[in-house]
């Protein structure tokens, strides 16, 4: 198995043309990049030892992965759906490891083609249209639903819950309560561990010092995978080979490191703001998703040194997919402003090579396909669209891995999750809070109940401004 392997080539300045890229020398010992580079890990070390990231030792939490796996095997292949409710870092992850590893049209298989294991939704959004017509369609008699708030206060999740409750105990009693949830959250604080504890609702912890975004190894990401049949400790394997990997003091040996310092070179030194993730695998779609909360919410901060006018500072991450995006976003990458860089994901392997057939000898459009494979096409796509950025003088990073499994999902959420730790050191911010998001909350809490104590008021809408 070869590891999850960074190719940078095409960002350095031998590649892009003078003035295009960092010269290579930068990440030499002495270089700008390298320095930046040592000064983020001794940043890293200091977080790690101050029990901050508690994402770099889930891969060693073997207590925990076994709780996780236990408690997903005592629901057996029961329960014919799982809803797994939750929103930002408590959503996106999971969702990201089961399109992953399920594999396209998971809930369309029949129960003997997925192995009697459960049919898997996400609830993300507050959105009555989806929830309601979800709750309506399932049988809740062979439903669980997996509740999942580190926080256990976010207002989105917590008012999908008391739904779901409500109608768990209107169809199928108190008992149905009880039998058919499963919390994920805080071991200690929160609204959702207290009725845990009150009502007796099974409980996984996310341990305190693993934040929202960070939590994708916790059981917030594995017990999806788990009720689905997939062993979290594969997942864990391939994080801890490349959490080692990551913390090497050499930039040179560390991809985490060389994302980190190329991706903030990119937008400090040269404007390069707007970092793309474009997997060309409709499985890494949640993984672009994942890595757009992760990168943004992460490194986008007020700035460390601005006042009262301050601009802030962070790139803009873009959740991209190919090929699908090369007919959306390329002519923009190709030839709009040069403030992009874009990472592709390769896959070398897939399940399904899917040969196209030889036929229509007189149409050149349609016979010169034939005898290929759709993954072959998909290949050519990206390493085309690589090429044709460079000969623009545009740079793109791509990272390789062998076949979209267990094992390299670990590898690719340790490698980003530890590349926006280093990255937030040389921006000189937190990237484990997320101060911004706090207003929003209040002020939308002060719509709901404007009789409360701690709201914020909204100002009147002036009618002049509306046609
Ligand atoms: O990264 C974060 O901390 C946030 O995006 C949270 O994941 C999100 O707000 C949901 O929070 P919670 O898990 O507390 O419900």
Redesign the pocket.
Known sequence: MTPVTLRYGNILQPQLGPGRGPDPSSLEPGGELCRRFEGAMAELHRRREAGELGFLDLPDDHALSRQTRELADSFGQWFEVVVVV?????GLGGRAVAEALLGPFWNERTDEAREHFPRLYFLENADPDTTGELLDRLDLRRTLFNV???????AE?LAQYLIIEDRLRRELGEEGVRGHLLFTTDPVV?ALRGVAAEQEVPALPVPPAV?????VLSP?GLLPAAVAGIDPDEILAGARAMRDRCLSASLRENPAGLLAALLHGADVDRGQRVHVLMPYSDRLRGLSLWFQ?LWG?SLGKRSPTGGAEDEGVGPTPLAALGAVDQHSLLQLLLDGPRDKVVTFIRVRDREQGLPIPRSHPDRPLLSRLGGHSLDALLDAELRATVEALRRRGRPSLTLELDRVDAHGMGELFMLWQVAAVLAGAMYGVNPLD?PG?ELGKRLALGLLDPGGETVERLPPEDPQWSV
């Open positions: 939750g929103i930002g870092g408590s999942v708030s580190k926080s256990g206060g976010t999740t929160g934040g929202g975004r960070f939590s917030v909360q919410e997320q998001v």
